[in-house]
């Protein structure tokens, strides 16, 4: 199996899954089953875009933009908070199990959600959602009204932002950013966080063709860090 940061088997570096997935996806399943320390290498990565590797005979510097995508239980036997299945686990185990993933790994992840098991009969009745086209739309208008914005700035996403383009192109209301204050106290969450929910916010105001980031926007990006309100 390679490794994240190299493929190994020799002295001389070579790149592994995250410079493999540069300009594309890496998915993890079953992120706390990975070892701490392997999961501990992903920090640069997705703070630089780029990995290092040192050895004797050389240190290699490789691309690594990539978009992380990550799924886990939230607990071990999986059913915490199944209205359908009783959770066995301990509070202990639960919080042994989610300590695998270090808070500064986390903080660097802009959305964690919860994915709930559909029932039977939504999965069976006429699916009611936007269509896949309207979405589409949606999506590539966001697209062409982010690359006008960083046209000077060399950025291709919101994502791509540093602290300067945040104070640039994510300036808040009164209101949002009361808001914004008010869930910082109370969650505890760090400034990277600060910097992610103001990133997730920018987007949601694209996609909703808003010029400025209000309050719902914000609302909704908080809502999109659940760990960091301790719920699954």
Do not use: W
């Not at 209205?83 to 500064?104: E, F, V």
């Amino acid at each position: 199996m390679q490794s994240l940061v190299e493929v190994t088997g020799g002295q001389t570096p070579r790149p592994g899954e995250v410079s493999l997935a540069h300009h594309g996806i890496l998915f993890l399943d079953e992120l706390p089953e990975f070892k701490r320390n392997v999961l501990e290498v992903l920090r640069q990565p997705l703070e630089n875009v780029v990995v290092t590797v040192s050895r004797a005979v050389a240190t290699v510097t490789y691309p690594a933009q990539f978009v992380l995508v990550a799924a886990m239980n939230p607990c071990p036997c999986g059913y915490l908070g199944d209205p359908a299945h009783q959770c066995t686990c301990t509070p202990g185990m639960t919080g042994r199990y989610r300590s695998k993933i270090s808070g500064p790994l986390m903080d660097r992840i802009d959305i964690h959600v919860n994915v709930p098991s559909v029932p039977y009969k939504e999965l069976s009745g006429d699916y009611s959602g936007e269509r896949s086209e309207i979405l589409r739309q949606r999506v590539s208008e966001a697209r062409e009204r982010q690359l006008k914005r960083f046209k000077d700035d060399k950025l291709f996403a919101n994502g791509h932002m540093k602290t300067r383009h945040i104070k640039k192109y994510c300036s808040l209301s009164g209101e949002a950013h009361s808001l914004l204050d008010t869930a910082m106290q109370r969650l505890g969450l760090s400034a990277r966080a600060y910097s992610r929910i103001l990133k997730v916010a920018r987007t949601v105001a694209d996609l909703d063709s808003a010029e400025s980031i209000a309050s719902d926007h914000i609302s909704e990006a908080i809502q999109y860090r659940m760990l960091d309100r301790g719920q699954v």
